[in-house]
Every structure is written in structure tokens, then in C-alpha cells.
């Protein structure tokens, strides 16, 4: 059964910073994509970042390109989001989820990410 676990988020103030860690476990594929979503309430969920097993390639949303950075200690786990210089907008429950696939993440859909975790709280105040 695979399983993510999110963990590091918390209530930081605006310009502060957070690092969110992905832990996966239960994988049986060779190459997967792991992407952080997040979802304020009243929004749709929206793609943050993403990471590809198969070529290390990365992607991130408008949103966060240059202040969010996403990583991985080796090709499994776990899966860290660094995030800096943070908005009052980047308030949201973030999310990991995978996708296994060989395919650069930058071409996947949400609809692609077949596991997700349950979600950790990421408060900013201004």
C-alpha cells in the first residue's frame, strides 16, 4: 500500500520561511513523479512543484518560482518543499502526492497523481 506523509508545516509570518517534507512508502514503480499541491479554502487545489524520478527534472507554478524549491535527498525519499519569502496568498493545506510515471512531471496532470497525502497546514500572517 503506498502511503505519503507530509510534515513541517505551521503559522510563520509574512517573509518568513518553512521546509515541508514528503515521505513515501509502499512504492513498488521505478520512476514517479512527486508534486506538491495546496488548496486555501473557497479554491480550487492548484500545483505548486514537482519533481521527476526519472530525469530529476522540476517544475513550479507561477505562484512560487523563486521562492519555493523542491527537492529530494536521493531518488526515493523523502521529498522536501523549501519555502521562502512567504505571502499571506501561500496560506493553504499543502499536499504530496505521486504519480507513477516515466514522464516529466512538468506534462502531468493533477488527475495523473494517483496517491495523495492527508495534508499539512501552512498559515502566513501579514
Known amino acids: 500500500e503506498v502511503q505519503l506523509v507530509e510534515s513541517g508545516g505551521g503559522s510563520v509570518q509574512a517573509g518568513g520561511s518553512l521546509r515541508l517534507s514528503c515521505v513515501a512508502s509502499?512504492?513498488?514503480?521505478?520512476?514517479?513523479?512527486i508534486g506538491w499541491f495546496r488548496q486555501a479554502p473557497g479554491k480550487e487545489r492548484e500545483g505548486v512543484a514537482c519533481?521527476?524520478?526519472?530525469?530529476?527534472?522540476?517544475y513550479y507554478g507561477d505562484n512560487v518560482k523563486g521562492r519555493f524549491t523542491i527537492s529530494s535527498d536521493n531518488a526515493k525519499n523523502p521529498t522536501y518543499l523549501q519555502m521562502d519569502s512567504l505571502e499571506p496568498e501561500d496560506t493553504a493545506t499543502y499536499y504530496c502526492?505521486?504519480?507513477?510515471?516515466?514522464?516529466?512531471?512538468?506534462?502531468?496532470?493533477?488527475?495523473?497523481?494517483?496517491?495523495w497525502g492527508q495534508g499539512t497546514q501552512v498559515t502566513v500572517s501579514s
Open positions: 519533481i521527476s524520478s526519472s530525469d530529476g527534472s522540476t
Open positions: 509502499g512504492f513498488t514503480f521505478d520512476d514517479y513523479a
Open positions: 502526492a505521486a504519480a507513477p510515471s516515466d514522464t516529466p512531471c512538468y506534462y502531468l496532470s493533477r488527475g495523473e497523481y494517483d496517491y
